[in-house]
């Protein structure tokens, strides 16, 4: 609760809270907010000549090039960005956590090769990576949430690393180490749980990441494929529309911006609340 509340007392963090919150509503609540299913193509959705509608009071946000009404899409493609919000970054904390606090306990050989390696995926260009791995795996929503989250895990391992490795040398670690506490132990009851702020914050920021890449995957062809909304396939479909019907291209993309904004502002604002060193800079 103390969290919620130094949160809501902060205004930009009380925003990025409201944004998310709303968000998350209506992609919950997608199939009871929405007027058509996001697949159905309207034939009274395209004018005569065949071009999307504007919006007006039977399309709220108007219908996009196949007459699908892109209110529904839009809310449904909130539902896609944030389960793969959710899973590729849930995925990426958990493999970042677990190679950062092995290669930073053990050291010796095991850190060496577990960080080289780190290092070694550190080096690809990120983007391109995800490319490459989408295009070598058939493209769906769990594929792209995996291939997101083998991206992203590396960040998280560098950082987790040097944490335990300042931990691992304190002085009730090396007590414990005396005193013959197995390995399992001190790493359960004594490493991890001061980790933890540092994997909430990273897992709030790193949704705001995910959204992006998966959305720039979607619009590139590799990422979640149609007829399965998502903002960055939304705007993919519609970009030849740009000049004549902006809202196909600027309402998705608004879509993004805000679920990022949201959580960077959150994030932001947790890692002041949750880092003792940070307290007062706000």
């Given at each position: ?30 199939p009871l ?39 529904s899409r839009?809310?449904?493609?909130a ?6 919000g959710?899973?590729?970054?849930g995925?990426?904390?958990?493999i970042?956590t ?9 050291r ?11 290092d ?17 795996f ?44 197995s ?12 980790l933890?702020?540092?994997?909430i ?24 494929q ?22 196909l291209?600027f ?11 949201g ?8 890692r ?11």
């Amino acid at each position: 609760m103390y969290v919620i509340k130094a949160l809501l007392s902060r205004k930009l963090s009380a925003l990025g809270l409201f944004i998310i919150s709303a968000i998350i509503l209506a992609a919950i609540f997608a199939p009871l907010i929405t007027p058509y299913p996001p697949e159905l193509q309207l034939f009274e959705g395209l004018t005569l000549e065949g071009a999307p509608l504007p919006p007006n009071t039977q399309f709220w946000l108007g219908t996009d090039l196949l007459g699908r009404d892109l209110f529904s899409r839009l809310v449904y493609g909130a539902q896609t960005s944030l389960i793969i919000g959710v899973i590729a970054n849930g995925a990426a904390i958990t493999i970042g956590t677990i190679v950062g606090i092995i290669a930073g306990f053990y050291r010796g050989i095991v850190g060496a090769i577990l960080m080289r390696f780190t290092d070694l995926m550190m080096a690809f260009p990120a983007l391109l990576l995800a490319i490459v791995l989408a295009a070598i795996f058939t493209p769906s929503l769990w594929i792209v949430a995996m291939v997101i989250a083998m991206v992203n895990w590396v960040q998280v391992a560098r950082v987790i690393y040097s944490e335990t490795v300042s931990l691992a040398e304190r002085d009730f670690i090396v007590a414990e180490r005396s005193l013959g506490a197995s390995h399992f132990r001190i790493l359960l009851k004594h490493i991890a749980p001061h980790l933890i702020y540092s994997t909430i914050v990273f897992g709030t920021l790193g949704i705001s990441t995910t959204v992006l890449l998966e959305a720039t995957l979607s619009f590139l062809g590799v990422g979640v494929q149609p007829p399965t909304p998502s903002w960055g396939n939304i705007i993919f479909e519609n970009q030849t529309y740009f000049a004549t019907a902006p809202w196909l291209v600027f309402l998705p993309g608004l879509g993004i911006v805000s679920l990022a904004l949201g959580f960077n502002l959150v994030g932001d604002a947790l890692r002041e609340i949750l880092d003792p060193t940070m307290k007062g800079k706000h």
